[in-house]
């Protein structure tokens, strides 16, 4: 273990690996707290852990009731004072990482999600220079098939703008291999292009290149009607109630929660 001499860096670089970090951060706290001992947890990290006292307490007498079940008589057991501490150490260190990671759980949790509202702008803003490829090609207007649904719209600019699957989807919207009926062979999706993939809204309809730049063109799809001005209230896609990413006429693209003004022409996959 590259961090097996301190106690608080091998935590900490396990929690940064991500992953089931929570797991692991408490399998390799009781393994440290058992070999370096309970006084190598840093005190701030102990002072954090709400009841310490009490804890110290329950986890004294749970070693003593399960010695005392293995063999009624507690002093034949061959455990001097020094094993006696090293048992205590190894549940108490189990009981103070346990309930660290707890705690920092969320904030790890909220990490993720920024990150994925990262993906989810970049993804945006790779269908906004699509458009204005298509809209380039084509007279300055963007995508709207005849009969102005998402899907025909978008459809538009999958051969030679945007063939890249994953851009449509929202990485909040648990698109991926386990969602999304998304299936992977050989590193490809193989599922074909449905709207229930799709994580972003579309509203430039009839649309070209001289509209108002300020006009939302494309966003993160939403349970809602998509034209509302709080389009988010009550979400179950994308990044729920938080909000979500809009594209412009102008390019550019922006968190929001509230449309102004809304996209009028806007319509969910």
Request: charged residues 20%; aromatic residues 10%.
């Amino acid at each position: 273990m590259k961090h097996s001499d301190s106690f608080s860096e091998a935590i900490l670089a396990t929690i940064r690996a991500g992953g089931d970090n929570a797991g692991r951060a408490a399998m390799i706290g009781a393994w440290l707290g058992a070999h370096l001992g309970v006084n190598a947890i840093p005190i701030e990290w102990q002072r954090r852990l709400a009841n310490y006292d009490q804890i110290h307490q329950w986890v004294e007498r749970l070693v003593f009731q399960a010695k005392r079940r293995s063999n009624p008589n507690i002093e034949d057991l061959p455990s001097t004072p020094a094993s006696k501490a090293r048992l205590i150490q190894w549940t108490f260190a189990i009981v103070v990482i346990v309930s660290l990671v707890g705690m920092c759980a969320p904030a790890f949790s909220a990490a993720r999600e920024k990150a994925r509202r990262a993906s989810c702008l970049c993804n945006l803003k790779a269908i906004g220079l699509s458009m204005r490829l298509y809209s380039g090609d084509n007279h300055e207007w963007f995508p709207c098939d005849a009969a102005w649904t998402v899907i025909g719209s978008y459809a538009l600019m999958t051969n030679n703008y945007q063939t890249s699957l994953r851009t449509w989807l929202c990485p909040s919207d648990g698109c991926g291999p386990s969602g999304c009926s998304l299936n992977l062979v050989g590193g490809k999706v193989q599922n074909p292009f449905i709207k229930t993939n799709f994580g972003y809204a579309y509203g430039a309809f009839g649309l070209n290149e001289s509209t108002q730049p300020d006009t939302p063109i494309v966003c993160d799809r939403a349970s809602g009607d998509i034209r509302s001005v709080t389009p988010y209230v009550g979400n179950k896609r994308t990044h729920k109630e938080d909000g979500g990413n809009e594209l412009f006429v102008d390019g550019h693209v922006a968190w929001t929660k509230t449309f102004s003004p809304p996209m009028y022409r806007g319509k969910n996959p």
